[in-house]
C-alpha cells in the first residue's frame, strides 16, 4: 500500500483546509485509516481514524468538534477536513494505514503503511 497525502499549506487562523490522502491497491476498502501529525520539537500525535466503513471514526480531544474524517472507498481516498483551525495546529499530517484489519486505531503502533506528510501552518 502507497499512500499520498495533499491539501496541506498555510491559512490564517479560523480558517480551513482539506486533506487527502490517495491510495494504491486494491485492498483500500479493507483497511482502517488514521490522521496523525507531528509539530517541531514534539512527538507525533493522534489526530482522527476511521473505520473502514466509515461507520465509526476517533478524534483527539484537541480537534473533535473542528476535524471531520471520512472515506470514499470508491475513490481509494481518506479526507480530513479542518475547521477552525488554530495556530496550535501547525504540524506536519500524516495519513496511515492499518493492514491488519478494518478497525480504527489511535495508536501510531497499529499502523502499518504511512504516507510522506503534508504541511499545514496556520498564522496567528
Known amino acids: 500500500v502507497q499512500l499520498q497525502a495533499s491539501g496541506g499549506g498555510l491559512v490564517q487562523t479560523g480558517g480551513s483546509l482539506r486533506l487527502s490522502c490517495a491510495a494504491s491497491g486494491r485492498t483500500f476498502s479493507s483497511h482502517g485509516m488514521g490522521w496523525f501529525r507531528q509539530a517541531p520539537g514534539k512527538e507525533r500525535e493522534f489526530v482522527a481514524a476511521?473505520?473502514?466503513?466509515?461507520?465509526?471514526?476517533y478524534y483527539a480531544d484537541s480537534v473533535k468538534g473542528r476535524f471531520t474524517i471520512s472515506r470514499d472507498n470508491a475513490k481509494n481516498t481518506v479526507y480530513l477536513q479542518m475547521n477552525s483551525l488554530k495556530p496550535e495546529d501547525t504540524a506536519v499530517y500524516y495519513c496511515?494505514?492499518?493492514?491488519?484489519?478494518?478497525?480504527?486505531?489511535?495508536?501510531?503502533?497499529?499502523?502499518?503503511?504511512w504516507g510522506q506528510g503534508t504541511q499545514v501552518t496556520v498564522s496567528s
Open positions: 476511521i473505520n473502514w466503513s466509515g461507520g465509526i471514526t
Open positions: 496511515a494505514a492499518r493492514l491488519a484489519d478494518g478497525r480504527a486505531v489511535v495508536t501510531d503502533t497499529g499502523y502499518n503503511y
